[in-house]
């Protein structure tokens, strides 16, 4: 696995299309780690966490895995006020993209 730095650095260098594929793949990967799903297996981004099964417990060990990997801070708030994936990938790629900018 490579070393954050340049996971992060990498991610920052993509355009906005493509940054929110890369970062929809890795949490689409620890949400299915997290609920024990193939990686086959469908999972819907439009619905609540808590709806497919996630307590929250589950959600901050996904919170703190995706800030280590991130080099993000992820406020609380933000999984618990839009409670989707698809909302958590489009403030995770926000963010990415204002870290970067305030690095340049």
Avoid: W
Avoid at 5 to 24: F, G, K, N
Avoid at 27 to 47: C, H, N, Q, T
């Amino acid at each position: 696995m490579p070393p954050v730095d340049s996971t992060v650095q990498r991610l920052r260098d993509l355009p906005r299309a493509e940054l929110a594929e890369e970062i929809e793949s890795i949490v689409l990967k620890k949400f299915r780690a997290v609920l024990l799903m193939d990686e086959s297996e469908d999972l819907p981004l439009d619905i609540s966490y808590f709806d497919l099964g996630l307590t929250s417990l589950r959600l901050t060990e996904i919170r703190q895995s995706l800030e280590r990997l991130l080099d993000l801070s992820i406020n609380v708030s933000v999984l618990f006020n839009e409670p989707t994936i698809a909302h958590l990938v489009d403030h995770l790629t926000q963010a990415v993209q204002d870290s970067s900018s305030q690095e340049s």
